[in-house]
């Protein structure tokens, strides 16, 4: 049975100590790099001071060899990487993979203040999940929040429905995003509506509610 895209990440992962760029992880779906390319891209700048070989390469990441050679030349033509010919120093030439292309995006990116404060924001919202979930996050739960903040779900909208959550007993993800859709339903946007709404509830039901006792998910 062939491995997820997932699968493959955490396999390689496990393997060695490896590093990626922060800059690079929020943002490589703006620059047009999938999933199984951005996991050979990681594989491509640990290893950048290494002979470059395809076999080798696919064989460690298990995947086939052209596979391996069409991925690397997506990330060419999408401007990521280059390969270069230059002589070893037996005077022989060798192909050589540059990341400057990728490494100027980056930097581009920083210098966008937008761009710069999204990250700010979504490093802290990951650090408030860990510490709500009293663990670490898995890559898949990285990418549903970074998902949120791509579609346009606010860092403060987000966090209230973690704590929804929470205090529902539930640390889930899917249950959060089902919270998320309800308030964008009932047009909530902020901690202020939220607010509100739980106020028009009580009022309504003419009792004494806890503030996170309120069913978002089947509540009018």
């Known amino acids: 049975m062939s491995m997820s895209k997932t699968e493959k990440l955490i396999n390689y992962m496990q393997m060695e ?47 086939k060899v052209n596979k391996l050679l069409i991925i690397i030349n997506n990330l060419c033509e999408k401007q990521i990487i280059n390969i270069k010919l230059e002589k070893n120093e037996n005077n022989i030439l060798e192909e050589k993979l540059c990341f400057d292309l990728l490494y100027s995006k980056l930097a581009m990116t920083i210098l966008d203040n937008d761009n710069e404060d999204t990250q700010v924001i979504a490093t802290s919202l990951f650090e408030k999940f860990e510490q709500e979930f009293g663990r670490t996050l898995s890559p898949m739960e990285y990418e549903i ?38 308030w964008k339903k009932k047009k909530i946007k902020t901690a202020d509506d939220v607010k509100k709404i739980r106020k028009r509830h009580k009022e309504k039901k003419d009792e004494t509610v806890e503030i996170f006792d309120y069913d978002w998910l089947s509540g009018d």
């Open 17 to 63: 100590d490896i590093v990626i760029p922060k800059i690079l992880f929020f943002n490589y779906k703006k620059f047009n790099i999938t999933d199984e390319e951005f996991i050979v891209l990681i594989y491509l700048i640990n290893n950048r001071y290494v002979n470059y070989n395809p076999k080798i390469i696919a064989k460690e990441l298990n995947i």
């Open 145 to 182: 929040i970074n998902g949120w903040l791509n579609s346009g779900y606010s860092e403060e909208i987000i966090i209230e429905a973690l704590k929804e959550s929470i205090f529902s007993g539930v640390n889930s993800l899917r249950y959060i995003d089902r919270i998320l859709i309800e």
